[in-house]
């Protein structure tokens, strides 16, 4: 990871501190999540923008040169394209190397599926 420094509480430092080809692919699934999930509240915690509704629903996370999607309940999402990795006892993500990745329907079904999961 480099030089990045994790700005505390500021999404918008977050997200402007990565670099390519990060920067980009966080960049377009910000925007997926803004597009389908504008009333989520966006925060820093534990040095990465978490997205919460009645709970914690999404987190983003930049490692090596791509962008997980964490869910928070992951473990009860269907999964048709086999996209969520992981193996704790309830979170899950999905490891995006492209801007095309974020913003496959597959990613963008697992978005709504778990903000059906938060209502």
Not at 79 to 99: N, Q, W
């Amino acid at each position: 990871m480099g030089t990045f420094k994790r700005p505390r509480g500021d999404p918008d430092g977050w997200y402007g501190a990565l670099g390519s080809p990060q920067k980009e692919i966080a960049a377009a699934v910000r925007k997926l999540i803004r597009a389908n999930a504008p009333k989520l509240e966006e925060r820093i915690m534990w040095g990465m923008p978490w997205y919460l509704g009645k709970e914690k629903v999404l987190v983003v996370m930049a490692t090596g040169k791509r962008v997980n999607l964490g869910f928070w309940r992951g473990v009860d999402l269907d999964d048709p394209k086999a996209l969520l990795e992981g193996t704790g006892k309830g979170m899950r993500h999905v490891k995006l190397t492209s801007v095309a990745a974020a913003r496959s329907p597959a990613v963008k079904a697992l978005l709504r599926s778990a903000l059906a999961l938060d209502r």
